[in-house]
């Protein structure tokens, strides 16, 4: 279906004229209960909405857009396991890796929970005898150190939810490697002992040249110092889905972890992918993840859209991207911990939502996917704030901050307080010529002084965004957090009537990548355009 051919799409534009000239001061005025009225709590997290170019109206015509497009009955196909990644003929069930309790959930006819709980209960056995040091090294030494091997989904997610995480930490310590970049791996190992370290070779598809790459020169580092090859099974394990490429790599498949074809790379730190959370947090932690992830996937499932916090984020999205035409959207996360989440919500959004053609192959003739972006938000503020105040492009910002944290000092977080509420007030209200005038007469400056300043001391305001306080940073909550973008990513696919969960685009470079490591070590191998060849050429002499 295309979305503009609906009633509510054709309202919307009409509306999002006529609101154009409306200052968010002026709907604040109009309305002294606003953030009663566009504010919505579920699973611990308050999302306050009010700082958006919304009225009731605009709300009204989203929702009927969610409807018209039938996002109703899309949301019940995917937890019904529904071939919804039509590309590539697969299910979508993450939400099944965090389903509690007595439930049945098919694929293909067959239930998927007996396999999902059997791979979890392996995950916390594993990690039980890691960190109670049962398991034992080459030298019949215990484990001190974990590094994850493994690139976008089998990276991210983990990395992300390990850092947040952090002061629940009480397992080994953990490190990640991703980047192909040699120096990833060696300054990572540089301080590590190899008969204490466990490697965790995470890919989905065990073909993944980055990965495979790390994964051979950390083998290679570990069988130099073992002098045999035999330590490899004491120091290797598997996350995949691919048992035959585990076994060709040298991973004996006893100490893989899998999971399945309909779990996506970016969805699937629920899964075995969680395995570092599992070591390094403990399995009762990993457990309070998933179950605030249910939590969200419930209040998803059933709550009415008006209050239904991936709903009502996911339509404010298209809002911007398709009425207000804001390409790109912050996040600014106020807890230090979660400075990898900008990063973890890049890939799970700009990779599922990226897309220019509807998960029918027609062409879209609107605008899709935005570009994410983000940093810790006070470290934010003295980067790339200004812009979002005073440049020329309006940019939505996600606000989020955990109210409480196990370690915080009392002082500090007044601070962190006051920092993320000032900046969503500051981008909203703006300063007026008139205020910053008095300001400054205020403070005795002179006339033609003030004249000068004026324009440059000028905040235009009106510049929208969400704040998600949550409760705390525990791993429940944490789980509801992810369960809500990834939900709210869900529903912008919908509306746009896109596939979220394949990932083509990602395809040519990696096809490419190969044939140009074919020229560089052969000289020989496809032939590329006259920029490339010049590159080549120039290259070669260096590395020659
Ligand atoms: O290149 C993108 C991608 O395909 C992601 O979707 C995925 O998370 C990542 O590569 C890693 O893939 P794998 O887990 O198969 O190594």
Redesign the pocket.
Known sequence: MNPTQTLAWQQLAMHARALEATHLRELFAADPDRAGHFSSKACGILLDYSKNRITADTLRELLALAEECALGSEIRAMFEGGEINNTEHRAVLHTALRAQGEVQVRVQGEDVIPAIREVRARCAAFSERVRSGEWLGYSGETITDIVNI???????GPLMVCEALKPYADGPRLHFVSNVDSLHLTQTLAGLNPARTLFII???????V??LTNARSARAWLVKAAGSESAVAKHFVAV???ATKVAEFGIDTANMFGFWDWV???Y?LWSA?GLPITLVIGAAGFDALLEGAADMDQHFRTAPFKDNLPVLLGLLGVWYVNFLDCRSQVVAPYNQTLHRLPAFLQ?LDM?SNGKQVRADGSPVDYATGPVIWGEPGTNGQHAFFQLIHQGTAVIPVDFILALSQPGQLANHRVSQIANCLAQSAALMQGKTADEVRAEMEAKGVATAEIETLLPHRVFPGNRPSNTLLLDDLSPRTLGALLALYEHKVFVQGKIWGLNSFD?WG??L??QLASGIEQRLSAASGPRYDTSTEALLAYIGKSIS
Do not use: P
């Open positions: 493994g690139i976008g989904g089998s990276d991210l995470a890919s989905k598809t065990f073909t993944t980055e990965t995949s889905t691919n996506g790379g970016r699937s992918i890939q990779e990932q990602v395809e470079g990696k």
